[in-house]
C-alpha cells in the first residue's frame, strides 16, 4: 500500500544529512522544537524566507523567529544587552524569544524582519532543531508550522494535516513538551512580554529583580492583534453547553471527561493543560463537533498564555 505520510521522517543521521541539503539549497522543512512544530528556511536567503511565507499564507508584516545554535551564532547579527545576557544565561536553550536591534551588518534578509529594524532571536533545545543548527552555517527562520492564523502544530500529523506534500520533509520528534509557544520579550528599551509563554511575565521579573514594561502605546509586533490560534470552528469562553454539537473544555479537578467534555489537565496542572490545549482543540475539531465552549482556566503563571490564546481563538 502507498505510504501517504513518505513526507513524514523518523530522526536519524540519513535525514539530518537530507535535511542539512535541502535547507542549504533554500528549500523548506517542517521540524520538531520543545514549544511547538516550526516551517524552517535560511534566514540569510531571500528565496527561501519567501517560501515560508507563500507557504504559510502568511502576511508579509508579520516577522519570523530566527532561530541559533548559541549565543555567539547570534552575535554578528543583533546588538546584545545586560538583559539579554542574563536571561540567555538562565533560559537558553528553551522557550523564550528575545526582539534585539538588528545589527546594520547582520546577513538577515529584511523580508524576515518585515524591514524592522530588530530581529527575533531563539535558540530551542529540542535536540532534533538543535542537531540541524549545528550542522548548518547559517541561522532558520521558524515560523510555527501551521497556516497562517491556524492552530500550532505538536506533532509531525498537524503539520501534515495543515501542508500534505506541500513539505518535502517533516521530521517527526514526537510530541512537543511544551505545546504552546514561547515567550517573546522585547529588550530593545525596558523588557516587556509581547506574547505570553511558558516562561511566566512573574517569573522573570523576579528574576530580573525590576518591573517589566506595560507601555502597549507602541505596537511593535504587528502579526500579535489579528485572529490567532484558531481550530477552524468558533471558540466561545461560557458555561457548559446544553447542545450535542459543541464541545466543553474544561480544567481541573471537578470535570470528567466524557464524550463531549475534554479536561486539560485533572490535577489542575497548567504545564500539562498547556501541552493539551491545541492536541485538545484539533481532536474536537476532527471529531465533527461545530463549536467550543471553554470554561474558566487560572489567569496565573502559565494561564496567563493558555487565556492569551483562547482568546485570540475566539475572536
Ligand atoms: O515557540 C515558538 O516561538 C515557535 C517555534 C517554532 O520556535 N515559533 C513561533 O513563531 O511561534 P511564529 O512566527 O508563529 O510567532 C512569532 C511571533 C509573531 O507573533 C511575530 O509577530 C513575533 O514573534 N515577532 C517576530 N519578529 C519580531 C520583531 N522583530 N518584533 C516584534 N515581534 C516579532
Ligand atoms: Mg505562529
Keep these: ?5 513518505s513526507n513524514i521522517y523518523p530522526f536519524n543521521k540519513e535525514i539530518l544529512k537530507k535535511t542539512v541539503k535541502l535547507l542549504t539549497e533554500g528549500g523548506i522543512a517542517a521540524l520538531p522544537t520543545e514549544t511547538v512544530y516550526g516551517l524552517a528556511g535560511n534566514a540569510y536567503s531571500r528565496k527561501a524566507v519567501k517560501k515560508i511565507f507563500k507557504l504559510k499564507k502568511r502576511p508579509k508584516s508579520n516577522p519570523l523567529i530566527v532561530h541559533y545554535k548559541n549565543k555567539k551564532s547570534a552575535s554578528g547579527d543583533v546588538i546584545f544587552n545586560k538583559f ?4 540567555y544565561k538562565k533560559y537558553c536553550p528553551g522557550p523564550i524569544t528575545f526582539i534585539l536591534k538588528k545589527k546594520s551588518k547582520s546577513k538577515i534578509v529584511d523580508n524576515v524582519t518585515a ?22 552555517n547559517f541561522p532558520l527562520a521558524m515560523p510555527s508550522a ?13 503539520v501534515f494535516d ?7 520533509v517533516i521530521i517527526d520528534g514526537g510530541n512537543s513538551k511544551f505545546g504552546i509557544e ?16 511558558i516562561i511566566s511575565a512573574k517569573e522573570i521579573r523576579k528574576y530580573l529583580k525590576l ?10 509586533s504587528p502579526g500579535m492583534l489579528k485572529k490567532h490560534y484558531s481550530p477552524g470552528i468558533p471558540v466561545i469562553f461560557g458555561r457548559r453547553p446544553l447542545k450535542p454539537y459543541h464541545a466543553y473544555i474544561v480544567f481541573g479537578k471537578r470535570y470528567k471527561n466524557t464524550n463531549n467534555c475534554f479536561n486539560l489537565s485533572k490535577n489542575a496542572d497548567l504545564k500539562e493543560a498547556a501541552a493539551n490545549l491545541y ?5 474536537i475539531k476532527k471529531k465533527g463537533f461545530k463549536k467550543i465552549v471553554i470554561s474558566k482556566i487560572p489567569k496565573s503563571g502559565l494561564g496567563i498564555a493558555i487565556n492569551d490564546r483562547l482568546t485570540k481563538a475566539s475572536k
Design 84 to 87: 539579554f545576557y542574563f536571561l
Design 146 to 158: 501551521n497556516l497562517s492564523s491556524r492552530l500550532s502544530p505538536v506533532e509531525a500529523l498537524d
Design 182 to 197: 514561547s515567550t517573546v520579550i522585547d529588550l530593545t528599551e525596558k523588557p516587556k512580554i509581547l506574547r505570553p509563554g
Design 115 to 136: 524591514k524592522l529594524n530588530t530581529v527575533a532571536i531563539r535558540f530551542p533545545s529540542h535536540k532534533v532543531i538543535k542537531s540541524i543548527l549545528k550542522s548548518t
Design 211 to 220: 518591573n517589566l514594561s506595560k507601555n502597549i502605546s507602541k505596537i511593535k
Design 1 to 5: 500500500m502507498k505510504n501517504i505520510y
Design 162 to 168: 495543515d501542508f500534505k506534500k506541500r513539505i518535502n
Design 279 to 283: 492536541k485538545t482543540m484539533r481532536k
